[in-house]
Nanobody, 124 residues
Framework: QVQLVESGGGSVQAGGSLRLSCAVS????????ADWYRQAPGKQRELVAS???????????SYTDSVKGRFTTSRDNAKNTVYLQMNSLKPEDTAVYYC??????????????WGQGTQVTVSS
């Protein structure tokens, strides 16, 4: 059985940093691609960052304009984990953050999993 577990949320002051983790476990081959979304109270869920395999040994990433230069997504293939490093946090970054992973299973199938969400609160 495949599980996706998010961790790393919390409360920080403006200007602080947090690192979110998205760990996939179970009978999988690898994480093909992953996205980070966030949803603030009363707002729609928005795509924040993405990372995907762009070559045999290379990956590409992209970010929404509001987090460019502050957030970085990365991955550790050995741990089947994706990270979102968030620096220079602002109060407007406050939201529940979700990881979405496109996973290649050991069976050869490909499936999408969502994390349970982790709260990030930034105070001014």
């Amino acid at each position: 059985q495949v599980q996706l577990v998010e961790s790393g949320g919390g409360s920080v002051q403006a200007g602080g940093s947090l690192r979110l983790s998205c760990a996939v476990s179970g009978n999988i081959a690898n994480i093909r691609a992953a996205d980070w979304y966030r949803q603030a109270p009363g707002k729609q869920r928005e795509l924040v960052a993405s990372i995907w395999r762009s070559g045999i040994e290379s990956y590409a990433d992209s970010y929404t304009d509001s987090v460019k230069g502050r957030f970085t997504t990365s991955r550790d293939n050995a741990k089947n984990t994706v990270y979102l490093q968030m620096n220079s946090l602002k109060p407007e970054d406050t939201a529940v953050y979700y990881c979405r992973a496109e996973v290649n299973l050991a069976s050869g199938a490909r499936t999408i999993y969502w994390g349970q969400g982790t709260q990030v609160t930034v105070s001014s």
